[in-house]
Each structure stands twice: as structure tokens, then as C-alpha cells.
């Protein structure tokens, strides 16, 4: 089984803001893939579906940011999953707006939900599609900054930024993790934020 991930905070009050931008992705693959997130375990949201001959779930975890890796636990105990099984999908300070790099492994960067994950999960070896959300105005805290909503100028970045990291996803699942390194890192969202063609 793959398990994409894709973090955030649960409830509307934190629906549209940077910190959520793992979630539009797990949203816009469900649009994609015609699978209904609702069912409900491990303290997430989730939908099932096949792609490629095997099995994939959609995760969002409803634990907040810094407790995701609470239900990557839950996830590798009930279905015998290795780190390896993981493709994480999450918001990135340090990326400019729109970025979107696919990574196997490294450190959590600061990240509260990527830091709950590795320490949960006692490794760093899972696949990671950041989007960069570009770095706070001077003087604001970042902790803030991430828990507040897009504006409209940067919406128009990151909705193409979010197709863009669904088609990440699914060249992960149909080529492997290598290729879509090859084919998708340091090229422009704008330019791959088509949906991919096929299953």
C-alpha cells in the first residue's frame, strides 16, 4: 500500500491558509481519482482507491500540525507499513511561493508536522512533496504566518501549485520515486500544474 499524506490543520477556521496546503493536494486527488474521503481512522480522514495495481490511500490527519505523526504510527501498526510506504505532502517556509520539490528523505526543516512523523515513525526515509509558501513579511512571526490565509495574489500561484503537486503524486505511483525527481525537480509549477494524462 502507498499512504499519501498530505498535512494540516482540521476544521474551516484553518481551511484556506498556508499550513493547509497538504491538504488542497489530498483534495485535488480526490477530485482526480473520483474517491470520497469518508472514512474515518486512525484519527484521519481517508479514501481508498487502486492505482497502478496497488492499493493507495488518501490521508488527512485530524490530529493538528504538530501531532501528524500520531496517525502515520496508527497507519504503519494496523496495515504493516514500512517509512518507505510514505509520501508525505506539506507547506514549506523556505521554498518560494509555488516551489514544489520531491524529495526521499532529510530533516523536518522546522516543520511541526514533518518533526511529529520522523519522530513517530523513528526515521526520515519516506518521500516528501513540498510547496513552497514563500517566507513571512519582516517582523511576523512565522508561527502566525502560516495559520493565515493565502492572499488573493498568492492564490494565484498556489492553486496551480497544488494541481501541480497532485501530478507529483501520481508520477511517484506510475514511475517511481527516482523519475519523478528527475522529471518534476526545478521545473516551474506554472508550467507543470496540468493534471497528468491516463489512469
Not at 502507498?2 to 493547509?20: A, D, F, Q, S
Not at 525527481?181 to 506554472?190: K, Y
Request: with cysteine; net charge positive.
Amino acid at each position: 500500500m502507498h499512504v499519501i499524506m498530505g498535512l494540516g490543520n482540521p476544521g474551516r477556521r484553518y481551511e484556506k491558509t498556508r499550513h493547509n496546503a497538504g491538504f488542497r493536494v489530498i483534495n485535488e486527488l480526490a477530485t482526480r481519482w473520483r474517491v470520497q474521503l469518508s472514512q474515518y481512522q486512525c484519527s484521519s480522514r481517508l479514501g481508498r482507491t487502486s492505482r497502478h495495481g496497488e492499493d493507495v490511500s488518501l490521508i488527512q490527519p485530524q490530529t493538528y500540525m504538530n501531532r501528524s505523526g500520531e496517525a502515520a504510527a496508527c497507519l504503519c501498526e494496523t496495515y504493516q507499513l514500512q517509512r518507505t510506504d510514505f509520501v508525505v505532502v506539506y507547506d514549506d517556509l523556505d521554498l518560494p511561493l509555488g516551489r514544489l520539490p520531491i524529495k526521499r528523505a532529510g530533516g523536518a526543516g522546522g516543520h511541526t508536522g514533518i518533526a511529529s512523523i520522523m519522530a513517530a515513525l523513528a526515521g526520515a526515509d519516506f518521500a516528501r512533496i513540498k510547496i513552497g509558501i514563500g517566507r513571512p513579511p519582516a517582523r511576523l512571526d512565522p508561527a502566525d504566518f502560516v495559520i493565515q490565509p493565502f492572499t488573493r495574489d498568492e492564490e494565484a500561484f498556489i492553486l496551480p501549485a497544488a494541481q501541480h503537486a497532485a501530478t507529483a503524486v501520481e508520477a511517484v505511483l506510475a514511475e517511481g520515486l527516482d523519475r519523478a525527481m528527475a522529471s518534476f525537480n526545478g521545473v516551474d509549477s506554472m508550467r507543470r500544474a496540468s493534471p497528468a494524462q491516463g489512469e
